[in-house]
Antibody, heavy 122, light 109 residues
Framework: QVTLRESGPALVKPTQTLTLTCTFS??????????VSWIRQPPGKALEWLAR???????YYSTSLKTRLTISKDTSKNQVVLTMTNMDPVDTATYYC??????????????WGQGTLVTVSS | SSELTQDPAVSVALGQTVRITCQGD??????ASWYQQKPGQAPVLVIY???NRPSGIPDRFSGSSSGNTASLTITGAQAEDEADYYC????????????FGTGTKVTVL
């Protein structure tokens, strides 16, 4: 079955770089149409789409955060890594990764990890 | 700020029908997908494409679209449908960037 798990630091200091890893099983990111997305949710607030990496290594970023984000994949390890630079307390959120499928109707996130809470504080 | 706008909250009597809407320019060209999120849990995909339900999603959930508005309808709402609902689609730039809607809290009375 498909599973995804986010891992990374629970606490980062302002101005530091956050590195999160999504480790998945049950699918291959080298299969056509397979993608992985990152999404975050500040406490009590709405979901925010951050980035996506596609099977062909195309990468897409949130327009408002693209200067701070980098997404990459290691297909052999079944991992996707997201880095976010210059962290600020407003970046405190639960960060999710999700398997994303592309078909003729577009992209949709069909399996999600349980999320990891990242707090930005000095 | 999100380019997909949803009503902050709606309520529905048990067993009745509720429609949740999502408005945005990109919806004139692209489908929305819909996600249900209960407190303390990860979101769950409930509708994608024109009107497709993943395996395990009850058929009381349906999707539709007209103009710049996508809708999620729950026909015969159950107590377990009380949750936050988010739409997701491409942003209005026409590229492959995606955005989530502002979210709708559904209360089942």
């Amino acid at each position: 079955q498909v599973t995804l798990r986010e891992s990374g630091p629970a606490l980062v200091k302002p101005t530091q770089t956050l590195t999160l890893t999504c480790t998945f099983s049950g699918f291959s990111l080298s299969t056509s149409g397979m993608c992985v997305s990152w999404i975050r949710q500040p406490p009590g607030k709405a979901l925010e789409w951050l980035a996506r990496i596609d099977w062909d290594d195309d990468k897409y970023y949130s327009t408002s955060l693209k200067t701070r984000l980098t997404i990459s994949k290691d297909t052999s390890k079944n991992q996707v890594v997201l880095t976010m630079t210059n962290m600020d307390p407003v970046d405190t959120a639960t960060y999710y990764c999700a398997r994303t499928l592309r078909d003729s109707s577009g992209y949709y996130l069909d399996y999600w990890g349980q999320g990891t809470l990242v707090t930005v504080s000095s | 700020s999100s380019e997909l706008t949803q009503d902050p909250a709606v309520s529905v009597a048990l067993g009745q029908t509720v429609r949740i809407t999502c408005q945005g320019d990109s919806l004139r060209s692209y489908y929305a997908s819909w996600y249900q999120q209960k407190p303390g849990q990860a979101p769950v995909l409930v509708i994608y494409g024109k009107n497709n339900r993943p395996s395990g999603i009850p058929d009381r959930f349906s999707g539709s679209s007209s103009g710049n508005t996508a809708s999620l309808t729950i026909t015969g709402a159950q107590a377990e449908d009380e949750a936050d609902y988010y739409c997701n689609s491409r942003d209005s730039s026409g590229n492959h960037h995606y955005v989530f809607g502002t979210g709708t809290k559904v209360t089942v009375l």
